[in-house]
């Protein structure tokens, strides 16, 4: 099975402009990321795709692979299925540019799912994590997940789902952002119409379950530290310095 890591990297984002450049540890956030993937050995190759000369330069010139977008998308998913259609792989594994601390265990039981899947179910797999801080759960930041009783995504919601009626017995789960798809899944999944579920909550994660695609959901104890905003990134400096 072979097996690639596709990093898109966006350089202007909306709530902190060129986060990709900014200087963690003397090197770059997104040059972190890209040799935090490498450094798993996961990976038969590992890209980073761009719509920024800026940042394609910054990792070539670091000796890294960087492939240049030749149209304009609006998620990393349409970003990476454009780079990846002429390359020979099995699975594709998008990981978020603006997350450095890259989990070798984490994404190591992600791979697993597909080595697992005798019966080829899955087309897509991704990860979550328990939460049980009521502000964590009632955020809309916050991406939470339901699953069957084989872990397979439900639905995706900004809300806090479940619900809590009476009794809170249910286990709520955050999504993490890292998708593994089948190639012809990821192909197939960019050429399919944006739905009204989609638009309304801003998850295209949605549009996999609206068209019937099978989301394998992974536990992990791993939460990741994205930078989103200048203080994540004073809180990965710190982590940096401190060996983490």
Known sequence: MKVIAMIPARLEATRFPRKLLQDLGGRSVILRTYEATKNTNLFDEVYVVTDSQIIFDEISQNGGKAIMSKETHESGSDR????VRDIDTDIVVNVQGDEPFQDEQSLRSLLS????????KIDVASLMFSITDSDEINNPNNVKVVTDINDFAMYFSRAPIPFTREENIATHYKHIGIYAFKKDALLRFTELEMTDLERTEKLENLRFLAYGMNVKMVKTTHQPIGID???D???ARKMLSLGN
Request: charge should be negative; proline fraction near 6%; aromatic fraction near 6%.
């Open 80 to 83: 990476i299925a454009e780079a």
């Open 113 to 120: 799912a597909f080595v697992d899947d005798r019966e080829e």
């Open 229 to 231: 905003t200048p203080e």
């Open 233 to 235: 990134l004073e809180k």
